[in-house]
């Protein structure tokens, strides 16, 4: 595989239910990002690690948990969400701060 | 004030024409700028990338960047109808740092 990859497409979870979002990269790149995109909102930067550690954290509610065990994964745990974080939750890798990113295709997530 | 700012559109444009995409950034720190394509329920794709004032082409895309006005366009010759989604700004507001901040979008249609 190339790129960067996401599981699950799709996750529809309860507000007192415990999942976890996937994100691996294949490109090598040092910096990995959780992004939220919204309807009509500008993409919000979550989650920033950088050599497996974590350098931005924007203001995000506790119940997102991220994890980076090694440079090509980045975990997002869910716990007790709202129905306001149904969203699209897309993450990305960059080779430095200074480089593009690449996105992963995405999670769309439903809260009941 | 928003810290990446775009006409939300919708742009359209005929066939053949040049459409002309727009972004301001309020952080005068700002060093690497970006371009992204989004179709609708897909994830962001690189268009272009500029770091220097100026003009930047690659084939039918060419970014300008002028930071002393904070201004950043993307234009597009002989638009084409694949042409058509939301075009997103990004800005990396700091040296050395990760966060990049993305504008809302311009929603481009081009009419065949």
């Known amino acids: 595989e190339t790129g960067v990859t996401q599981t699950p497409r799709h996750l529809v979870m309860g507000m007192t239910n415990k999942k976890s979002l996937k994100c691996e990269q294949h490109?090598?790149?040092?910096?990995m990002y959780w992004y939220k995109q919204s309807a009509k909102k500008p993409l919000e930067l979550m989650f920033v690690?950088?050599?497996?550690?974590?350098?931005e954290n924007n203001s995000v509610p506790s119940r997102f948990s991220p994890e980076c065990p090694n440079s090509s994964h980045l975990f997002l745990h869910l716990h007790t969400l709202q129905p306001e974080d149904s969203a699209l939750y897309l993450c990305?890798?960059?080779?430095?701060?200074?480089?593009?990113?690449?996105f992963g295709d995405g999670t769309r997530l439903s809260i009941l | 004030q928003k810290e990446v700012e775009q006409n939300s559109g919708p742009l359209s444009v005929p066939e053949g024409a040049i459409a002309s995409l727009n972004c301001t950034y309020s952080d005068r720190g700002s060093q690497s700028f970006f371009w992204y394509r989004q179709y609708s329920g897909k994830s962001p794709e690189l268009i272009m990338s500029?770091?220097?004032?100026g003009d930047k082409e690659d084939g039918r895309f060419t970014a300008q960047l002028n930071k002393a006005s904070q201004y950043v366009s993307l234009l597009i010759r002989d638009s084409q109808p694949s042409d058509s989604a939301t075009y997103l700004c990004a800005v990396n507001g700091n040296t050395g740092g990760f966060k990049t901040i993305f504008g809302a979008g311009t929603r481009l249609f081009v009419k065949a």
């Open positions: 690690y950088s050599l497996e550690e974590r350098v």
């Open positions: 500029i770091y220097s004032n």
């Open positions: 990305a890798s960059s080779q430095d701060s200074h480089q593009p990113q690449h």
């Open positions: 490109l090598g790149h040092n910096a």
